[in-house]
Nanobody, 115 residues
């Protein structure tokens, strides 16, 4: 069964960094494009970044230049390095395939950026 488990969120001040981790299981990880998404209360879940099986990356405009997605195929892990965090980055972050498997969303990890 496909499963995604996110971790690494927390409360940080603006300008600081966080690294999110996503442990995956139940899929042939190396074959799929993986992605990070985020959702704020009352808003749609949006794509933040994605990485293909060939390690090609793509970012939302809001993340470009500040965030970096990478994967460790040997560990079936996906990461999101977030630098220069802003208050508007506050959200619950999720990982999933791209396009996402709708009934396989994990619990997510909460990121709160506040002074």
């Amino acid at each position: 069964q496909v499963q995604f488990v996110e971790s690494g969120g927390g409360l940080v001040e603006p300008g600081r960094s966080l690294r999110l981790s996503c442990a995956t299981s139940g899929l042939i990880f190396s074959r799929f494009t993986m992605a990070w998404y985020r959702q704020s209360p009352g808003k749609e879940r949006d794509l933040v970044a994605k990485i293909t099986r060939y390690s090609e990356t793509n970012y939302a405009d809001s993340a470009l230049g500040r965030f970096a997605i990478f994967r460790d195929i040997a560990k079936n892990m996906v990461y999101l390095q977030m630098d220069s965090l802003k208050s508007e980055d506050t959200a619950t972050y999720y990982c999933n395939q791209f396009p996402p498997i709708d009934n396989r969303w994990g619990q997510g990890t909460q990121v709160t950026v506040s002074s």
